[in-house]
């Protein structure tokens, strides 16, 4: 960023590039993509001393980070091997842009087809795991957009490093440099500068804690993809299978619990409840998970604390649960349609009915029987990657892989067709 | 709407109720939708003197508008049979709802399905034509939407006879009454007090010229499916067959000069500029079409004004068309990417190397080969009916009918999958 500038003319300066970069990527065949991405991958190992070196300079600036954030700046070189395996896995995924969605011959004759094409330009922002850098251009490239990437403080010379590497390796295919930038400036007022530009920016996407994705979105002048929160529910309905329950508790809620697709509430059908609560309630504090609960929670599992309205609004991320005994599938699916966020909840039952009527009228982005809340995930439900996940109902909900950052246009082929 | 509430309270009331409404109305059956379409296309002729009387009412107050506007709020008994048949076509549609867009066994026996489901609450702004009340709500209610429907000013006792005719229908059909609702005034600023509750609305749809496009942009806080002009241009190839470059040019803008895929800009090969300029110019002028051309056109047409850049940016809606001889397809698709506005852009040409290269880099919802710009329409192009154009990238791109009018969640199967 060159000094003689003010702050939003270099902003526009990135937008401005990343356009036109866009603009000779959206007709690359998808063998330059792959090539770039797979010698990408080859340079993250050939050149990691200097992505672990750079790691080295964030960690040791890293002092007043969590122990778990920390653990999610640090590279080693077997994270390094998984970010080189994720680009190579994109590789091998179809290329999303000119993929034919409908098609169709018209009575008069012409020829319609709606086929993919990319977004644009995407400017995505991220907090922490340096690793996504690679992910992020990874998904945006393959699917034929430019992306400007704004990651975390703490990983900057991280993802500088990698940074550098994917963009070399875009020239050394003949692909548009500026097809990936990374903000280089760590001023804040950069990300408002480049949230004005709406003409040149045709989408942010946020991944990151809730103030993050309340900013991008206050301040956006383009489309955001994004979730605010995963208040995951599991229902238990009286027709569960028990033993079958308590697995698809404990995994959604401990198998990673500062995930958005981790278990965060907990309903049980009052006519199981005398059985469950106090069978889940120790299954759940042998793993340290802290239970707050209704009244009727607590007279099953009296060192359960009590549950207030905020609890059960919470997304906790952590080795917490709100619990709730309800009278019935309805109550159950009020409960979740007024503290729920739209994101995964999860029914347990063998009674068809039930779940029939909890996938109708649960109205989450994932909506799961039997089954744990944490395969709301791109790579889980087919996806192959994901970019993140959204729990807007406009564009795509869930989770987004490359087709979601596509758009379409029609093609239509005629012979001299007009309109009577 | 009471009198003593504040106009924000009421508009907030309104958005409540479609909110209900769209609950009840996301899990009812097609056959219901059917019937209440059917049963309100036969409750407008039924009914058709209460319709009538409220449009003289409208008509009679409608002296300072153009004999084209007058033209477009008269209703007549031929159109509200029209309207009628819009009903009965859009009831002969699929259901949008349920739609299983895409379906996998996973590896590990989860049953993903990608299931369309409605947006919930739209509020649709719309100018003059009454009959669009009757369109708008046939399209929201069948794809198990609720509706805010607000008209223009001046067809606001037609629509008003319109509403009132579905609403009763509603009712008698045992869907939520507020399923379609009226904004009951013609406060202006209930249209901004709307666009605020993005928690009650879904999406904005505005439906009418730039200025009122514009404001609900600026206003709005939800999602706004909108085009804001159509430029739509013609380039007639050095490989063309001139007959049919002539059929496509006449009828791209003459066959209804006033709508937003009508032609505004016709671009000509310079290699067949000497032989195609003077007829087509001739041809334009028998049907009185003004044309503003570049010096080049002019020496070959000189009748025609000399176009400006704010002619070649032009969306006209009239009998002009502004006209340019480029070098090569390459300048065209260049001219293109600067003034076009990204709706409807056609390529006349016997040149598949040329097709190919226009409708790759030509980034329009609609990129023609050899047809009419007019071409891009539901109707035309598939969809059955249309609530409008978008040009937008995101949601949804060229027409939009019904399944643009939903989004859709993942429903997954499972027997106890929990992940590793």
């Known amino acids: 960023m060159k ?4 702050l939003s003319e270099s902003c526009r300066e990135i937008a401005v590039r990343a356009r036109r970069a866009s603009d000779g990527l959206a007709t690359v065949h998808r063998d330059r993509k792959d090539r770039w991405l797979l010698q990408s991958a080859a340079a993250l190992l050939t050149l990691s001393e200097a992505i672990l070196a750079a790691n080295t300079r964030d960690m040791e600036a ?22 080189a395996e994720g680009l190579r896995q994109v590789a091998a995924l179809p290329d999303p842009v000119g993929f034919v969605r409908e098609g ?21 922002l991220y907090e922490s795991r340096p690793n996504v850098t690679a992910d992020a251009a990874a998904l945006c490239v393959k699917s034929g ?29 003949g692909l548009p440099i500026d097809a990936v930038q990374l903000v280089p400036t760590l001023d804040r007022d950069a990300v408002g500068e480049l949230l004005k530009l709406k003409d040149l920016i ?6 990151g804690g809730e103030s993050l994705i309340r ?6 002048t383009m489309p955001v993809l994004k979730h605010y929160l995963g ?23 401990c198998q990673r619990p500062g995930v958005c697709n981790a278990m965060e509430s907990l309903l049980i059908h009052a006519d199981i409840a005398a059985k469950f609560v106090p069978r889940i309630g120790a299954s759940l504090r042998e793993r340290t998970v802290e239970v707050r609960g209704c009244e009727i929670t607590r007279s099953y599992l009296p060192s359960a604390l009590l549950a207030t309205e905020a609890d059960h609004a919470a997304e906790f991320c952590d080795l917490i649960v709100s619990m709730k005994v309800v009278s019935d599938t309805e109550s159950a699916v009020d409960h979740i349609r007024r503290f729920g966020s739209g994101h995964t909840d999860a029914i347990v039952t063998g009674d068809l009915k039930a779940a029939q009527y909890f996938t ?5 982005a994932a909506v799961l029987v039997n089954a744990s809340t944490r395969f709301n995930d791109g790579f889980e439900l087919g996806l192959g990657a994901e970019i993140g996940i959204s729990t807007d109902k406009l564009h795509a909900r869930g989770p987004c892989g490359l087709n979601e950052l596509t758009s379409y246009k029609y093609v239509v082929y005629g012979e001299g067709q007009v309109r009577d």
């Open 3 to 6: 000094m003689n500038q003010s």
């Open 62 to 83: 890293a002092t007043d980070l969590s122990a778990a954030n920390r653990d999610r700046l640090w590279l080693t070189p077997e994270r390094l091997h998984g970010m």
């Open 104 to 124: 169709s011959v018209r009575p008069n004759g012409l020829e319609v087809r709606k086929v993919s094409v990319p977004l644009g330009v995407i400017f995505f």
């Open 145 to 173: 957009n430019a992306v400007i990437l704004r990651g975390g403080k703490e990983a900057f010379h991280s993802n500088t490093a990698i940074y550098r590497i994917l963009s070399e390796q875009l020239a050394k295919c």
């Open 202 to 207: 045709d989408l942010a996407i946020p991944r």
């Open 215 to 220: 900013r991008v979105v206050a301040e956006a």
């Open 231 to 253: 208040n995951c529910h599991v229902y238990v309905d009286r027709a569960a299978d028990l033993d079958m329950a308590e697995r698809i508790v404990l995994n959604s809620k």
């Open 360 to 364: 109708a009228r649960v109205d989450s």
